[in-house]
């Protein structure tokens, strides 16, 4: 028994050794620089497919594992060098949650890089004799490499530690992480010190990658593994704090390992997030974290803006247009035969209703949910379960899910809303992935091999008039529209209402102070507004409206399982949003399509799309920030015949690239 | 230079609007506010002077209500709002100014004071009404804009962009936009900050034009102005209150002049 | 998808024609409401089918993906090249990853865009569970690669047929050995989705059966794609005295990863462990000694003499330079069984080739074999095995092996209902 809790305490050390690494650095660069990089757990993975080109493809073998240990990190290191001066320092000014996007581009970037490199196989890392089997220690049996671990791990956390509290470097970089301005203000340029801190951060990253490949293995998928853990230690300790980063990470070592596994595993996955959770509402600034002024925190996310290139009635009119050329799509689809575009637009419109929901809340306020998939997770269990349990009309059952993820919304809201910036980013994070964790251990929702539709009978209509999709069919010229199609209707039927719903709000008094808190949030609440209130509203009828789009979500797959969820959801509709432009709930129409349109078009060229996708998102947040929307009016001085000289004027105020710096 | 604007135009009739009693506010072992005590009459003109880091405007956000008090208490009108928010504090007719490029930039003029009076009448409507009706159907709180944007002759530019605007326009804007909130008491952080002679001048004209029937407080540095105009004047130094008194009483204070203007009028 | 895999060097441009009929056209642009299925049409003459190949190429099982993909095009190449099939197989391949979201998508993709009438693949359970509903909705015949005991179990259709050899079939092989030489003090571990869920509840059903005594001493269960298991080695090192043996209910990535923490451990000294799929080649190359001394179920080995399997072997070995494993075997008779029951019903028509691949007797590597009319499945027979020293990776040694009709669960128990 007391080997068993001593085994239990070594394994805890023992992951939370590296969950301390990857945190230290991720902490400090948030502290120093405002950024929150993603991409830490990418950084991590690199390096251990470093050592894997060292120790294997070169042939040396296990032998080569120490070599790899030293090398790696630091190409890693330079790497990150690298990455902070062109493409972190381009954002500094801009509200930290633009880091937030780029770092996730970056993860789709490095994460395709590593594939098309390596493959997609795993490497087991090959490690010296002496590092592997058991040896005895106070009489029990351990692993020999898992003490390698410890060992190693806590040298190279004491060596931060130590560069932190006695060189010149590490006073600067701890003042820097309190109060950057007084550090300024003494004339020191911490902003030359950002590419070292984010350097040595990615090197420590790489170091845990690669003790901890030794132990597992290098697979692609590891970053995404570690990132949302780490994350989790880093808001627990503080962020910015070392020492956070320290008891965090053993914390949630010994936690997961000693204490959850072995004692009540249903709870493992929730616990954390309950606690991560906690933490932010009680204490935002983590454990050691200390209290110091977000001087980001002001900038105001930038909107996209088709300016005056068009006029009011022109853009109502190209609307109408677009929607007209929509509604042609399943006919045209037929006339070819080829009914993969109409479930292919289905799913673009889906997306698109699911984007169009995360833009009010994110291109209105400025609230960034990271967390947003857990609203379409809401809705496309509500409408399967719905279905299943309760009624089989398709119209009470989205009805349903928009009430449940409007409720759910209300009360994250009502919990998160208070905490700002960041940290609402994380909250609604940590939310979602609870509820994630929960539909796998869940009976009613199927575990994880989710729930189907198939067998259910189901109509459009209520109180029992109306027809099931496939039983109908609309005969219009040598074109039926059956099942699919008629299908496709009712998406886009619901994203066109949503549009204009949602517009009709923004008219409205609601809709102008949420445009006040875009533009100016102190000022708004100066004129006698309580934002929180409204923040909160406009976070609910997003939650919403991403609830119907999870309803819809599933009944397009006539099936929903855990991954709808997942928080590459939530990622990936931000990046919707952005290549749109936010603000202008039109935008993240346009930035569905072009997504889907972008992963269509690739998969024709290669299998690692995500590659060519991530970069054109770095590139838009760096570069275009207020989206596809924005390129008409970036363009209209070029061109000839353009719209002459008054636009050109008008447009000065919306210069996209200086604005958020002041 | 000195404006032609009547200080005696303004009537103070002993009523207090504003008391401050023994306000604290520390940041840690610093305290910005250290035990302020001070009553502001109805429709009088204070401003507050002292050194940089006196505390001038932790007061103000004290008053505000962007800060939380450390101790004691702040009155308004007779009622204790040492807890409310900054918007409760706002509905009860305390309006906060800020600097010229603090309006709606991206917002239309109209749309800027619109949202001010809007802010003080919404209670007269229902949750449905106010996500769905659009804005230009509320007749009353578009008659106020109206009302405004000609008092600070800014209707011909109503459906500009606020950033589009001519500088003096914007500052004309910035203060129909605390006017809409139909404030009792106006707080005034340094609005001619950076500006020249000739703005500050107009701009001080400006707000003894539109705001005459408000109480007003105002954080200044420059003191020529400032004896000029003010009924009475408050010096704060380290958070504390040094003097306090009519322009020529403040002007004659020997520790007035040790602490603050010796130092200012170099 | 994004990888083009057709052999034909004309990519075929099949535009599958939804006529409406006659009398819907004579109704011109009006539009009206009818039946649907008066916009289904059969296709009587043939010379080609599309198939369409779903695999996880990227994800925890790419390795997997990919190797069935060489059994698949192992078969089609083949049979287009032989004079006893009248048609020939047009095919692409298509990224299912690891979500059922994207393989249904691609799914779509393959059969509303590219006219595919037969789908393969899918290795993953709750991947191939979806795909199974989708064949159904679509009417498409589906050959899967999972698995998972409800793919020919309780969610079962009729356009579902399965050569892979599912959790049943293994957990009797595997059952019957460990009670004989082990005991019946189990311990479990695994993988916490449809898989790991239905290899306890094979193993333990048959367990029940087999002795009076049995006993779940324990289980762990860690998250689909977990590559940390510390505290669960831990835990089942604790009880280690009282089990008899850990029988682990994962496989792919999962199961390496836990192969290799379990070998730092010296867990195989303290209990031994019994898997389902350690004798597939990427799990043997990934996990290296760390599998050693581990037993397995073995569902194929390339040495067997039974049926064609040695004219397999080498065609195989020819062709990809390598020894087949089990998921290139299930991809290349996946494809020749179906192959043979479209020749039989002279038809494309998925709904007529479905209605007599069902219980149609065929040549396989296994032997005569056929899919079950009652469930779809194929008898294939099973074998336990354990991995020891080899030269560049651990062999498979077997130690025991049960037929066809041995394995197979009856058609009453399957839960199967088509």
Redesign the interface.
């Known amino acids: 028994?007391l080997?068993?809790i001593f085994?239990?305490l070594l394994?805890?050390i023992?992951?939370g050794i590296v969950y301390v690494l990857l945190a230290a650095g991720l902490s400090v660069i948030f502290g120093v620089m405002n950024v929150i990089n993603f991409a830490h757990g990418e950084l991590a993975v690199l390096g251990a497919y470093f050592a894997v080109a060292i120790t294997i493809q070169t042939g040396i073998g296990g032998n080569a594992f120490v070599v790899a240990l030293v090398i790696a990190p630091l190409l890693v290191g330079v790497l990150g060098v690298a990455l902070e001066r062109y493409t972190v320092q381009p954002l500094y000014g801009r509200n930290p949650l633009y880091h937030i996007l780029l770092t996730f581009g970056l993860v789709l970037v490095i994460n395709d890089l590593i594939?098309l490199v390596w493959g997609?196989?795993?490497f087991?890392l090959p490690r010296p004799g002496v590092l592997?089997?058991?040896v005895g220690a106070f009489g029990f049996?351990?692993?020999?490499?898992?003490l390698f671990m410890i060992v190693s791990g806590g040298l190279m956390a004491l060596a931060v530690w130590a560069l932190l509290e006695y060189t010149r470097y590490g006073l600067i970089i701890r003042a820097g992480s309190q109060d950057r301005q007084m550090v300024r203000n003494l004339g020191i340029e911490i902003d030359r010190y950002y590419s070292l801190v984010f350097g040595v951060g990615a090197g420590l990253a790489a170091f845990a990658g690669i003790i901890l490949a030794g132990?597992?293995?290098a697979?692609?998928?590891?970053g995404m593994?570690i990132i949302i853990p780490a994350f989790v230690i880093v808001v627990l300790g503080g962020l910015g704090s070392f020492k956070g980063a320290v008891v965090g990470g053993l914390l949630v070592g010994i936690l997961?390992?000693?204490i959850l596994?072995?004692w009540v595993?249903w709870l493992e996955?929730m616990v954390i997030f309950v606690l991560m959770i906690g933490i932010l509402l009680i204490r935002p600034h983590g454990l050691f974290g200390t209290e110091h002024a977000e001087e980001g925190g002001t900038e105001r996310l930038l909107a996209g803006r088709t300016g005056s290139l068009l006029e009011r009635e022109t853009r109502f009119k190209l609307g109408l247009v677009m929607i007209g050329v929509l509604a042609l799509v399943p006919i045209v689809a037929?006339l070819?035969?080829?009914?993969?575009?109409?479930?292919?637009g289905s799913?673009v419109l889906i997306w698109a209703l699911f984007a169009l929901s995360l833009d009010f809340v994110m291109g209105y306020t400025g609230l960034v949910s990271l967390g947003h998939a857990l609203f379409l997770g809401l809705g496309a269990y509500a409408v399967v379960l719905g279905l299943i349990h309760v009624t089989s009309s398709v119209f009470v059952a989205l009805a349903l899910a928009i009430a449940l993820s409007a409720a759910i919304a209300w009360i994250v809201g009502f919990l998160s809303i208070r905490v700002a910036g960041v940290y609402f980013a994380m909250i609604t994070l940590a939310f979602a992935e609870l509820y994630y964790n929960l539909l796998?251990r869940l009976e009613i929702t199927g575990?994880?091999?989710?729930l189907?539709l198939?067998g259910q009978d189901y109509y459009y209509g209520l109180a029992g008039i109306g027809a099931s999709l496939?039983?109908?069919?609309?005969?219009?010229?040598?074109?039926?529209l059956?099942?699919?199609s008629l299908f496709y209707y009712v998406v886009l039927g619901a994203l066109v209402a949503s549009y204009f719903v949602t517009r009709r709000m923004l008219q409205s008094p609601f809709g102008s102070v949420l445009k006040s808190i875009r533009e100016n949030e102190e000022r708004a609440t100066f004129l006698g507004y309580r934002t929180v209130v409204y923040k909160r509203r406009a976070f609910v009828v997003s939650g919403a409206f991403a609830g119907l789009a999870g309803g819809l979500f599933a009944l397009n797959?006539?099936?929903v399982?855990p991954?709808?969820a997942e928080w590459l959801k939530s990622g990936e509709v931000i990046v919707m949003v952005i290549l749109g432009g936010m603000g202008t709930l039109y935008g993240p129409i346009i930035g569905a399509g072009a997504f889907f349109g972008l992963e269509q078009l690739l998969?024709?060229?290669?299998?690692r799309?995500r590659l060519v996708l991530g970069t054109i998102f770095v590139l838009f947040v760096i570069f275009l920030p207020r989206g596809l929307v924005s390129v008409p009016t970036l363009l209209a001085p070029y061109l000839p015949g353009g719209p002459g000289p008054t636009s050109a004027t008008e447009q000065l105020p919306e210069d996209s690239s200086t604005e958020g710096g002041d | 230079m000195a404006t032609e604007t009547q200080i005696d135009d303004r009537r103070t009739n002993g009523e207090t609007v504003l008391e401050l009693d023994g306000l604290v506010k520390t940041f840690g072992a610093f305290a910005a506010i250290d035990d302020v005590s001070m009553t502001v009459e109805r429709g009088e003109f204070r401003s507050i002077i002292g050194p940089n880091g006196a505390g001038k405007t932790t007061l103000f956000n004290l008053i505000s209500g962007a800060l939380p008090v450390t101790d004691g208490t702040v009155y308004f009108d007779g009622e204790e709002i040492t807890k409310l928010s900054p918007p409760e504090r706002v509905a009860r007719g305390i309006g906060r100014s800020f600097q010229i490029s603090n309006v709606f930039g991206g917002l239309s003029v109209r749309e800027n004071v619109r949202l001010a009076a809007q802010a003080d009448r919404r209670d007269g409507y229902n949750l449905v009404e106010s996500f769905f009706k659009p804005t230009g159907r509320y007749g009353d709180i578009n008659q106020e804009t109206d009302r405004i944007l000609e008092r600070i002759d800014l209707d011909h530019v109503a459906d500009e962009e606020a950033d589009a605007l001519a500088y003096g326009d914007r500052r004309r804007l910035e203060i129909g936009v605390v006017l809409a909130t139909d404030p009792e008491l106006v707080l005034f952080d340094e609005p001619t900050a950076g500006m020249s002679v000739e703005e500050t001048q107009e701009t001080i004209e400006l707000i003894e034009e539109v705001l005459v029937d408000q109480t007003l407080l105002l954080i200044e540095h420059d003191i020529e102005l400032v004896m000029e105009l003010s009924d009475r004047i408050t010096v704060l130094n380290q958070g504390e209150i040094l003097a306090e008194g009519t322009p020529a009483q403040i002007s004659g204070n020997q520790s007035v002049q040790d602490a603050y203007l010796g130092g200012m009028v170099e | 998808?994004?990888?083009d895999g057709t052999y034909q060097g004309s990519r075929r441009q099949l535009?599958?024609?939804?006529?409406?009929g006659g009398a819907?056209?004579l109704?011109?642009?009006a539009?009206?409401?009818?039946?649907?299925e008066?916009?289904t049409n059969g296709d009587e003459e043939f010379d080609t089918i599309e198939l369409a190949v779903l695999e996880p190429?990227?994800?925890?099982f790419?390795?997997l993906g990919?190797e069935r993909t060489q059994g698949t095009e192992l078969a089609i190449e083949q049979i287009n090249d032989s004079d006893e099939f009248e048609f020939e197989i047009e095919y692409d391949t298509y990224?299912t990853q690891s979500?059922?979201?994207d393989a249904?998508?691609e799914a779509?993709?393959a059969v509303?865009?590219?006219g595919a009438q037969f789908l393969t693949g899918c290795i993953s359970?709750?991947v191939a569970?979806?795909m199974n509903?989708f064949a159904?909705?679509n009417e498409v015949l589906y050959t899967p690669g999972a698995a998972d005991v409800?793919i020919t179990g309780e969610?079962c259709n009729e356009y579902v047929f399965r050569f892979e050899t599912s959790t049943a079939q293994i957990a009797e092989a595997m059952a019957q050995w460990t009670y004989e030489e082990q005991g019946d003090q189990i311990f479990y571990h695994l993988a916490?989705?449809?898989y790991g869920?239905s290899v306890m509840n094979e193993f333990e059903a048959r367990m029940e059966d087999l002795s009076d005594d049995y006993e779940r001493i324990g289980e762990?269960?860690a998250?689909?794609?977990?590559?940390?298991f510390?505290?669960?080695?831990?835990?089942i090192?604790?009880a280690a005295d009282e089990a008899d043996a850990v029988v682990i209910g994962s496989t792919g990535?999962d199961l390496?990863?836990f192969l290799?923490?379990a070998a730092?451990?010296?867990l195989i000294d303290e209990i031994p462990i019994v898997t389902t799929t350690a004798s597939f080649t990427?799990i043997r190359a990934?996990?290296?000694d760390?599998a050693t001394g581990v037993f397995s179920g073995v569902r194929y080995y390339p040495e067997l003499e039974t049926g064609d399997n040695q004219e397999f072997v080498e065609a195989y070995e020819a062709e990809y330079d390598e020894l087949p494993d089990n998921f290139s075997r299930v991809g290349y008779d996946s494809i020749r069984m179906m192959a043979r029951g479209i020749q039989e019903a002279g038809s494309n028509n998925p709904s007529e080739v479905a209605d007599v691949l069902g219980g149609l007797e065929q040549e396989t590597i296994f032997g005569p074999n056929e899919f079950r009319e009652c469930d779809g499945q194929a008898v294939n027979p099973v074998w336990m095995g354990e991995l020891t020293e080899g030269d560049d990776l651990p062999e498979v040694e077997i130690l025991t092996e049960l037929d066809g009709e041995g394995a197979i669960p009856a058609c009453e128990d399957t839960g199967c209902d088509r």
């Not at chain 3, 190429?57 to 925890?60: A, L, S």
């Not at chain 3, 510390?230 to 835990?235: C, D, F, H, P």
Request: proline share 5%; hydrophobic share 30%.
């Open positions: 028994m080997g068993t085994q239990q394994d805890g023992t992951v594939y997609t196989g795993s087991r592997t089997g058991t049996g351990v692993s020999a490499y898992n132990n597992q293995q697979h692609p998928d590891l593994s997961q390992e000693s596994r072995p595993p996955g037929g070819l035969g080829n009914l993969f575009w109409v479930t292919f799913r796998y575990g994880s091999e989710g189907g198939l496939d039983d109908i069919a609309f005969f219009v010229g040598p074109v039926v059956t099942g699919h797959n006539a099936f399982s991954s709808a998969t024709h060229y290669t299998g799309w | 998808m994004g990888r535009l599958r024609a939804v006529s409406a819907a056209g109704v011109g642009l539009g009206c409401v009818g039946d649907p008066e916009a190429y990227t994800g925890p790419s390795d990919e990224d979500d059922p979201e249904l998508s779509r993709e509303q865009s590219q359970s709750d569970l979806s509903d159904l909705d409800a969610r916490d989705y449809a869920e762990t269960r998250e689909f794609g977990a590559t940390d510390e505290a669960y080695i831990t835990q090192e604790s990535g390496v990863a290799s923490q730092d451990r010296g990427p990934g996990a290296g760390a």
